[in-house]
């Protein structure tokens, strides 16, 4: 099955700097991967996806960069603040279209 | 508001005995999905349903139950055969099998008495 790894499990970063979340995954035929935010007590919310035909999608402070042949994706944060602030997880679906697997997740601490 | 709506937020279980999460959805999705959380960890998938009156064992399915009789209900049981039950519970939705992305509640945090 899918095998998705994230990193770093912490960040820790100033406010204004950039901050990039790594994952890589082993199932080949994956198609789509979404990004996740989750504040403390509550449900992870979307923020950004991206499909396997593109390598870049943004949406305004935030973008993902997709590798396929490299089987990695990228979450970049720029002009981070103190609202960034949260646990991130990045996710791979199957080519089947009935599982998400994820990443275990990176703590984003955004200092004022 | 279209949502997703997890209950209770707090739930306790004794020993020996099965509890019921509810999630209930009002975004006409057909699929929906149970995934366990625990401290630090990513999301695991419990059960999918893709349709009403089916459903489909994720990759950590034992000592759960689910059942799928209406479109916008998909209760989870946690029965006594899960030994390891204290965790945060999320269910989520999806318009149809492969369509994306899911939407999720805001979970269901379960603990041990």
């Known amino acids: 099955g899918e095998n998705v790894e994230q990193h770093p499990s912490t960040l820790s970063v100033q406010e204004g700097d950039s901050a990039v979340i790594k994952c890589t995954y082993s199932?080949?035929?994956?198609?789509?991967f979404p990004w996740y935010k989750q504040e403390l007590g509550k449900g992870p919310q979307l923020i950004i996806d991206?499909?396997?035909?593109?390598g870049e999608k943004k949406d305004q402070r935030i973008a993902v960069t997709l590798n396929k042949t490299a089987k990695h994706f990228s979450l970049h944060i720029t002009e981070t603040q103190p609202e960034d602030s949260a646990v991130y997880f990045c996710?791979?679906?199957?080519?089947?279209?009935?599982?998400?697997?994820f990443g275990g997740g990176t703590r984003l601490m955004v200092k004022p | 508001d279209g949502g997703i709506t997890q209950s209770p937020k707090y739930l306790f279980r004794k020993e020996g005995q099965n509890v019921t999460l509810s999630c209930e959805q009002n975004?006409?999705?057909?699929?929906m999905y149970w995934y366990r959380q625990d401290p630090g960890q990513g999301l695991r998938l419990i059960y999918y349903?893709?349709?009403?009156?089916?459903?489909q064992k994720g990759d950590i399915a034992e000592g759960y139950s689910v059942s799928r009789e209406k479109k916008e209900s998909f209760p989870l049981t946690v029965t006594s055969a899960q030994k390891n039950p204290t965790a945060f519970y999320l269910c989520?939705?999806?318009?149809?099998?492969?369509?994306?992305?899911?939407?999720f509640g805001d979970g269901t945090r379960l603990s041990i008495l």
């Open positions: 996710a791979a679906l199957n080519n089947a279209g009935n599982m998400l697997t």
């Open positions: 199932d080949s035929a994956s198609n789509y």
């Open positions: 991206i499909r396997s035909n593109v």
């Open positions: 975004l006409n999705h057909d699929a």
């Open positions: 349903s893709q349709i009403v009156n089916d459903f």
């Open positions: 989520s939705s999806s318009a149809s099998q492969g369509e994306q992305p899911q939407h």
